[in-house]
């Protein structure tokens, strides 16, 4: 028994002594884990540097976008700015707001392509089209430059007061009311014409070349004079080639192949044949050897038409303008008519300024048939000048302008401007938006301004119309002073 208490006392003993020996290592080993208040402070730390290096990354990061904002938004006004200018480069010169009275519309200058029809230079007119730039949203200000830009394209060569007078003066011709001596009869009758000869008159229009079509319509005009009329035909142009090796020879020449004579068919088809397209074209050389062929023919005993017939602007350098100032101010005096045939709105502008110095007019054609209308004109004034000849008594001479005249043709030519000039701005509005080079809305928006535009030509053509109806029972005297006060434009007076 005491024996078994022992044992107990002793196992009890060694389990004390380990349990000492126990709880003295583990007090010794170092504590692995943060005390609670140090690992609050740790975690607090980090996290604190961690938000601020968040708010300063997220600061950088705005101020970053914020700058690439600024300057994408700088990049685009200085795009859009450039754009505004490459549009304003389009515009010519002088054109800066849209016509809306009669005289603005005549005074405007024709367009590039004036007088042609879109689909026979399509691929020049999407060219031009193409130089667009499109920008965005475009306010009223810069629809208006589109539309300038447009206008100096298509915008139609509208007819002046100055030259309903001419047509007047041509109907009117021999009238005793007429003071201007060069619409009075005289002892002979001769007829000038002038040929350009140049390379691009071999091109064709409808089935013939210009050069064929013009050639036609000469043999036919001259055929039909009396037989008392002179006729001659002087060339230019027609030397070397298109080439810049030939340009010197091609500028120096121009022939008088058919002298001012009676018509002889053979003679003229002899003269016809002698030459065909070739080279530049040298008006203002042209015109100055015209007046030496008709130096013999004062204009006190002859009446002296002359007809230059070209399809494009003076390119040797010459200055036609002056020429045909001078041969105006000659003892000739001419009555100088301008046909252009086919030519484009500059052409068209410098062959204006020709006809309107020598007191002339012009007139574009597209073929043989409106030229030998054109042609008509000088035919109507040979047979007067045969009646008169043979002292055949006129009613029409001296009395009323007839309605045979038909001067109400100026309001039909001035509303087939308003539908050619119409198609073409048609044409271009579908092409602006089929090859996406404008914004639809934008081309909307043009389309708009362009039916404001094209009411407005109709009314004043109508009005024209209107006006020209009531002069036809008027005197010369009294049609002239009627346009005059009309328009209160600086316009040719007898």
């Known amino acids: 028994m005491n024996r078994k208490i022992k044992k107990r006392h002793m196992l009890m003993t060694i389990l004390l002594v380990c349990f000492i020996g126990l709880s003295a290592c583990s007090a010794e080993e170092p504590s692995t884990e943060p005390e609670p208040s140090d690992a609050f402070q740790t975690m607090g730390s980090e996290g604190v540097e961690g938000a601020d290096s968040n708010t300063e990354g997220d600061s950088e990061g705005a101020e970053r976008k914020d700058s690439d904002t600024i300057e994408k938004t700088g990049e685009q006004n ?8 490459e549009l304003k480069a389009l515009i010519p010169e002088g054109l800066s707001k849209r016509p809306e009275t009669a005289a603005e519309f005549f005074n405007l200058q024709p367009g590039r392509f004036s007088g042609i029809s879109y689909d026979k230079q399509s691929d020049e007119i999407i060219q031009a089209l193409e130089q667009f730039p499109d920008i965005e949203n475009p306010e009223a200000e810069i629809l208006e430059l589109y539309y300038l830009a447009l206008l100096g394209l298509f915008a139609e060569d509208y007819p002046e007061p100055s030259e309903m007078i001419n047509k007047i003066k041509l109907a009117s011709f021999g009238d005793p009311e007429m003071d201007d001596p060069r619409f009075q009869f005289k002892e002979q009758y001769n007829v000038m014409i002038l040929l350009d000869a140049s390379g691009s008159m071999g091109h064709t229009t409808g089935s013939k070349t210009r050069m064929e079509a013009a050639k036609d319509a000469i043999r036919s005009f001259a055929a039909s004079l009396p037989a008392e009329a002179q006729v001659g035909l002087r060339v230019y142009g027609h030397e070397g080639t298109g080439s810049e090796a030939d340009k010197e020879l091609s500028c120096s020449k121009s022939d008088l192949m ?59 350098g010459g200055d036609p303008v002056e020429v045909a100032k001078q041969l105006a101010d000659s003892d000739l005096t001419p009555i100088v008519n301008i046909i252009g045939f086919g030519v484009d709105g500059n052409a068209q502008r410098q ?102 535009q094209e009411k407005r030509i109709r009314e004043h053509g109508r009005e024209l119309e209107e006006y020209l109806r009531e002069l036809n029972e008027k005197t010369y005297k009294e049609t002239i002073d009627a346009i005059n006060q009309k328009f209160h434009e600086n316009v040719p007076r007898d």
């Open 78 to 85: 200085v795009d859009r700015e450039q754009q505004i200018e």
């Open 258 to 316: 058919y002298p001012l004579q009676a018509y002889d068919e053979q003679k003229l088809d002899e003269a016809l044949d002698q030459f065909k397209p070739a080279g530049w074209t040298p008006i203002g050389l042209a015109l100055e050897q015209a007046q030496q062929d008709l130096q013999a023919f004062k204009g006190e005993q002859n009446t002296n038409i002359i007809y230059l017939v070209s399809d494009g602007i003076e390119t040797c």
């Open 351 to 452: 062959l204006k300024q020709v006809a309107e110095t020598a007191g002339g007019r012009y007139v574009l054609i597209q073929d043989q048939e409106e030229l030998e209308k054109e042609f008509e004109q000088a035919k109507e004034i040979a047979r007067k000048w045969k009646d008169w000849k043979s002292q055949v008594n006129h009613e029409s001479l001296g009395t009323k302008i007839q309605h045979s005249l038909d001067i109400r043709e100026y309001a039909y030519d001035w509303n087939d401007k308003r539908r050619a000039e119409s198609h073409n701005f048609l044409n271009a509005f579908m092409d602006l938006k089929r090859m996406k080079i404008l914004d639809r809305q934008t081309v909307l928006e043009l389309e708009s301004i362009e039916d404001e």
